[in-house]
């Protein structure tokens, strides 16, 4: 049984689409905690945090990443920290758990849904992806291609690639299925290495675990499917198993 002598940061996940999918277990915490802050820069949030408890303040990535004054905070109350998904998806929150043990802070991770599993949903088997990687928006002199290069080495080894569309919260700009298969194919004209064309077979989704959109197509055409409002993902299959194949068929 947990000393009430010793504070504690919680850092609880809220799943993926509202403030429905909570576990019970991080709304007793949250309940319990004398302070609550939230972030939404890295993913979008559908829900209404006022449904959760009474005062929540949303915390900015400059407020997360710089002094993250919530984490000293949390050395003399109880503090909850929540967070789209899962909180340990986002390495952001693997830097918070560090700075909070510097600082000799306890914390507790109560995790949630997340994409990494709620993929699962395009019927492809998790096990058979590899690495992950994110589709970011291009910026003046700055046009990575790691998602280019992740997904040929995925390939390469026949796994499945999932690649996560950027988000930008604070704009309000969520990259959407098309968004993303325009930048890889922007990349793929200046690589020329018949990685990513508008005929790779490919999944866009949206909405994972709140009203799912799924659809199984050529590049092309994905590209101008309406999915609907965020988050977007995009999956490329690799070398497929005939029960997978059965799957997809159903999501053309």
């Given at each position: 049984m947990r ?19 909570i ?8 309940k319990?905690?004398?302070k609550?802050?939230a972030e939404f820069y890295?993913?979008a ?5 006022e ?5 929540i303040?949303?915390?900015?990535r400059?407020?997360v ?23 340990m998806?986002?390495?952001?929150h ?6 909070a ?5 306890e914390?507790r ?5 997340s994409?990494?599993?709620?993929i ?13 990687t994110?589709v ?7 046009f ?5 290069d992740?997904?040929?080495e995925?390939?390469?080894?026949g796994l ?11 704009e ?5 299925v098309?968004d ?5 194919l922007?990349?793929?004209?200046k690589r020329?290495?018949?990685?990513f064309?508008?005929e790779t ?15 199984y197509?050529?590049?092309?055409d994905l ?8 988050p977007?993902a ?5 070398k ?9 068929d159903?999501?053309?």
């Amino acid at each position: 049984m947990r000393n009430s002598e010793i504070k504690m940061l919680y850092i609880i996940g809220l799943g993926l689409y509202d403030e429905k999918d909570i576990s019970v277990r991080g709304m007793e915490a949250l309940k319990n905690c004398q302070k609550a802050y939230a972030e939404f820069y890295t993913n979008a949030f559908h829900g209404k945090l006022e449904n959760l408890r009474g005062e929540i303040k949303i915390l900015s990535r400059e407020d997360v990443e710089g002094k993250a004054a919530f984490i000293k905070e949390a050395k003399n109350k109880d503090v909850a920290f929540l967070v789209p998904g899962d909180p340990m998806a986002a390495t952001t929150h693997v830097d918070i758990l560090l700075r909070a043990k510097k600082l000799g802070v306890e914390t507790r991770i109560i995790h949630s849904s997340s994409v990494f599993s709620a993929i699962g949903e395009t019927g492809l088997q998790i096990y058979k992806f590899g690495k992950t990687t994110s589709v970011v928006f291009p910026e003046k002199n700055y046009f990575p291609q790691t998602p280019y290069d992740v997904l040929k080495e995925n390939l390469n080894a026949g796994l499945h690639t999932l690649l996560l569309l950027d988000v930008k919260a604070d704009e309000e700009r969520y990259m959407s299925v098309g968004d993303g298969i325009g930048i890889l194919l922007e990349i793929e004209k200046k690589r020329k290495e018949n990685v990513f064309t508008e005929e790779t077979m490919c999944i866009g989704a949206a909405r994972l675990g709140g009203g799912s959109a799924i659809k199984y197509a050529r590049a092309k055409d994905l590209a101008d499917f309406d999915f609907g409002p965020p988050p977007h993902a995009i999956v490329v299959p690799g070398k497929l198993h005939f029960v997978e194949e059965e799957f997809l068929d159903y999501l053309k």
